[in-house]
Every structure is written in C-alpha cells, then in structure tokens.
C-alpha cells in the first residue's frame, strides 16, 4: 500500500521556470492538500481540494495553481518560479468523513529555486 | 497571521526527562487539536489528538494537557527517548470545516 506519492522527491529550478508537482494517492481519498513547510514557519496550506474537480485557496496560494483531474491526483503547478517558492511542499490526503485531524501526508518535494 | 502559536522553537533533552511543548490559539471555534510528529526525511504523521471537552489525554509516553480558558494545550513526553528525537507539530480545526491549521513547529533532540 503506496498511500500519497510525490514526484519529483526534487527539482531544482531557474527563476521564471515552470514545473507541476504530482501527488497521487491509493487511499480513495476525498480530501487533498498542498502545504509547504519553511523553517519556523511551520507548514502552510497552499491550495487544497475537496473532491474531484474542485479546488480552493489556502494560506499562501499566489504564484501556484492546482488542479483535480482525477479523484487518486492533485497537481500542483508554479507558472514563474521565483526563489521565495524555494521550499519542501508536502501533499496529504484524507477521507471525507469523520475526520479524526489524520491527515496522511507524502514524503515531501524538495524544490530550489536558483 | 499565525493562529497557533507554537513554543520553543528548539528543544534539548536528556534521555529519561521529561519534554514539553506549548501551543496557544486565538479562535475559540478549533474545536480539535492534534499533534504530528516529524522525523527527518519524512512527512508529518499523527501521533496523539485531543477535543476540547477533556483537559487531558495520554498515549503510552504522550500526553497533551488541555486549558480551555487558557487557550492553551501542550504535549509532555514521558521518559523522552533518542528515538524521540523529531519535530512536533501541534494543529487546530474546526469540525465540519476543511482545513487544519499548523503551528511553527518544534525540533526535538534527544540526547544519551
């Protein structure tokens, strides 16, 4: 049982690149997450998805986009990096319901950006 | 605007004492109040949650103490072991909302 994949594990980037970060998970999950974690500042929810095909800000959305294609995937795409989206971006997942606080989060995706 | 503020930031411990970390809240309506740990490498994972109608509850070496009127909670380990060594993450929601908020996090060291 794989739970939330995320690929690639890193990246390195040059300003003004693009990229899309992929999450996948096998848990039939409802509920998905983008966060990105920064030293002392925690982790900070990015842009999240309540289901297949829906999609809602976070925190700190500017300068991401997202999409749910399908139910198992959440993408998460930089348009233009920028070096102050140099961080570790964690996907999670949970079921809809009850929710226990559980979420089930990935290894995370270290990117840089130069 | 941090709505949990977590408390130190880093924290060193010799085998067998006792590890504390604090978190406070603004917003009266979290209604749950869980905790993650964090080992290097790794995503966050549950380790023990808590509702607001208990003041405490313990897991084996983990407790969270719980101050409503405080607005205040905090997670003691018992016993602390080098395999302890991680960081902790305290978080907040609303039942029937979707999001959970997350302290700054504290990175424990456990030492022989």
């Known amino acids: 049982n794989a739970g939330v994949t995320q690929t690639p594990k890193f990246r390195v980037l040059k300003t003004g690149q693009s990229m899309t970060l992929l999450c996948a998970q096998d848990?039939?999950?409802?509920?998905m997450y983008w966060y990105r974690q920064d030293p002392g500042m925690g982790l900070r929810l990015i842009h999240y998805?309540?289901?297949?095909?829906?999609?809602a800000k976070g925190e700190v959305p500017d300068g991401y986009n997202v999409s749910r294609l399908k139910k198992q995937n959440f993408l998460l795409g930089l348009e233009s990096a920028a070096p102050s989206q140099t961080s570790v971006y964690f996907c999670?997942?949970?079921?809809?319901?009850?929710?226990?606080?559980?979420?089930?989060f990935g290894e995370g995706s270290r990117l840089t950006v130069l | 605007q941090q709505q949990v503020k977590q408390s130190p930031q880093s924290l060193i411990v010799q085998k067998g004492g006792i590890s504390i970390i604090n978190c406070a809240y603004e917003?009266?309506?979290?209604?749950?109040f869980p905790w993650y740990q964090q080992f290097p490498g790794k995503g966050p994972a549950l380790l023990i949650a808590?509702?607001?109608?208990?003041s405490e509850k313990k897991e084996g070496r983990f407790t969270i103490s719980f101050n409503k009127s405080a607005k205040q909670f905090s997670l003691h380990i018992m016993d602390s072991q080098p395999g302890d060594s991680a960081t902790y993450f305290c978080?907040?929601?609303?039942?029937?909302?979707?999001?959970?908020?997350f302290g700054t996090g504290t990175r424990l060291q456990v030492f022989p």
């Open positions: 978080a907040a929601s609303i039942t029937h909302t979707d999001k959970l908020i």
């Open positions: 808590i509702r607001p109608d208990v």
């Open positions: 848990m039939n999950h409802e509920y």
């Open positions: 998805s309540v289901g297949e095909g829906t999609t």
């Open positions: 999670a997942s949970r079921p809809r319901t009850p929710f226990t606080g559980e979420l089930f």
């Open positions: 917003n009266t309506a979290f209604d749950y």
